[in-house]
């Protein structure tokens, strides 16, 4: 009854049907079901992948003390592949996405606009898949190259934006089931079309290999700054694997008050807070005391990571001597005021044999720009939270 009606309201605005609304508006044959099925679902795996790698990443930096404290120390570089994964999926789904969006096209100005509740709720839900998809993608290239030209907190409303992009990817992959098991098996279009399409600039295959190849070139030119081996073809991004003083990117250089702070002779490691034995080290004491060496990346969260050699004196032996507990959560405090400039331990990082207060970086003396004169460095852990140029490590 109501369907009747609606059906008859479209029937009369009809006559009203303009530009991109009218039937015959999209004359191209690549507009069709079979390849919007195909991106849809490369797109979908994409999605996915970016989607669970992005919910760890917020989990172990902004998730509940329970989630952070669940997040284990090994393996090293597991963090350094999830955020590549989710670095890499992001970028090629851009040229996916925007050919997705051209083949679909038509179908957005489609006559009657919904048929019914379900066909509404399903076009309701493409405003969500639509418009957080492109505005996680945007954001997030635009952090990569670090342009916060947003005036809104990016940690949080690229958080948000997961949610609605992929609330409504589910709606619509429940949506579209039937259609795109439908289009992927019916047979390729009979020659006689084929034909018709090869006429035309470009055919089907020809559409999906352009697109293939565009989503292979940006994986080529952004591996680079994840993998030190192609980091020479990293030609579009902001920072490449290896590179930088002694070999390793450097997102926040150090300020005159920094060095100045680390080569004062007042400049102490305070290990200290909730302890019972609290105590302060000169650097000619830290450097005294047993070093370790441990292999491991720094991964950032904005997308570049790089594996290097680290020597220093482990955490775990500062926090016995004071006597901290074994289940100790600790603060790692700057020297520098502003900025990322604290860190928290947990007990699964803090008591790793491998988690060091760095001071030799690939054989040297650690750079300024690296941390000079320590710095944290601990296994399977966002770069965020590798607090350079280290006072105090506080037990709270
Ligand atoms: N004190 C302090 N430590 C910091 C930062 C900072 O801004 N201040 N940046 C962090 C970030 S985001 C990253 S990725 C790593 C980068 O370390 P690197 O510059 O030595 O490569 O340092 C981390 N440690
Ligand atoms: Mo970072």
């Known amino acids: 009854m109501a369907d009747h009606r609606t059906a008859r309201l479209f029937a009369r605005l009809e006559p009203l049907r303009r530009g991109p609304l009218r039937g015959d508006a999209f004359r191209s044959r690549l507009h069709e079901e079979r390849t919007a099925a195909t991106l849809g679902i490369v797109l979908g795996v994409a999605f996915g992948i970016c989607f669970l790698t992005g919910l760890v990443s917020h989990g172990i930096q902004r998730g509940p003390t329970g989630v952070q404290e669940l997040w284990r120390a090994g393996p090293v570089s597991l963090y350094r592949v999830t955020q590549g994964l989710h670095l890499l999926t992001g970028i090629v789904s851009i040229p996916l996405l925007l050919l997705k969006l051209w083949v679909v096209y038509p179908r957005l100005w489609s006559w009657p606009p919904f048929r ?21 993608l945007a954001t997030g290239l635009m952090n990569v190259f670090y342009w916060y030209a ?35 098996r019916a047979p390729a279009a009979p020659p006689a079309m084929a034909a018709r399409v090869a006429t035309g600039s470009l055919t089907r295959r020809g559409l999906l290999v352009t697109a293939g190849a565009a989503a292979a070139g940006l994986l080529v030119t952004t591996l680079g700054s994840v993998w030190e081996p192609l980091s020479r073809l990293a030609i579009l991004a902001p920072r490449r ?43 000619d004491e830290l450097r005294a005391l047993p070093r370790v060496g441990a292999s491991l990346p720094i991964a950032c969260v904005e997308g570049w990571s790089t594996g290097a050699d680290w020597s220093g004196v482990r955490v775990r032996d500062l926090l016995d001597r004071a006597g901290a507990a074994p289940d100790a959560v600790v603060r790692v405090v700057s020297l520098q005021r502003e900025g990322s400039s604290r860190s928290t331990l947990y007990p699964n990082h803090a008591r790793d044999p491998r988690t060091l207060m760095a001071l030799e970086l690939n054989g040297e003396e650690l750079h300024p720009d690296h941390g000079w004169p320590t710095r944290l460095i601990g296994p399977n852990r966002p770069g965020t939270q590798q607090t350079k140029w280290v006072a105090r490590l506080e037990v709270v």
């Open 241 to 283: 694997a290896g590179d930088g003083p002694q070999g390793l990117p450097v997102n926040r250089t150090a300020t005159p008050e920094t060095i100045a702070a680390g080569r004062s002779a007042d400049y102490r490691l305070a290990v200290a807070g909730n302890v019972p034995r609290p105590f302060e080290l000169t650097l």
């Open 150 to 184: 947003f005036p809104f907190n990016f940690p949080n409303a690229h958080y948000a934006g997961s949610y609605i992009a992929i609330g409504g990817l589910v709606t619509h992959i429940g949506a579209k089931w039937h259609v795109t098991r439908r289009a992927l």
């Open 116 to 136: 019914d509740l379900t066909h509404l709720v399903e076009r309701l839900s493409l405003v969500a898949l639509v418009g957080g998809a492109l505005f996680q």
